[in-house]
Nanobody, 120 residues
């Protein structure tokens, strides 16, 4: 199983980036999936998740109405469209596939991360 993120980089505050997550060895159509991030010196935090069909999504309050999670099960890909970026969005972003436990998304398979840096 392999999850590979791409699309990170440098953006200005107010700008946009689109992260991609390519899955191999597992079918994203069979798993809920999500994005997490870890800023320097901070713990990893949940960003967003999407159901295995893609019909249901959930966001952390800090990114709600700015980020959009989506997946293309036919391509075995997941995406995170990030708009209106803020310097506090600077972090390494990780994609994960996993499951819901007591209503909370828990990652089981993880990518290696991609760095997003937002300048003010």
């Amino acid at each position: 199983v392999q999850l590979v993120e791409s699309g990170g980089g440098l953006a200005q505050a107010g700008g946009s980036l689109r992260l991609s997550c390519a899955a191999s060895g597992l079918a994203l159509s069979a798993y809920p999936a999500g994005w997490f991030r870890q800023a320097p010196g901070k713990e990893r935090e949940f960003v967003a998740d999407i159901s295995y069909t893609g019909s249901s999504t959930y966001y952390a309050d800090s990114v709600k109405e700015r980020f959009t999670i989506s997946k293309d099960n036919a391509k075995n890909m997941m995406y995170l469209q990030m708009d209106s970026l803020k310097p506090e969005d600077t972090a390494v972003y990780y994609c994960a596939a996993g499951n819901y436990i007591r209503g909370r998304f828990i990652g089981e398979f993880w990518g290696q991360g991609t760095l997003v840096t937002v300048s003010s």
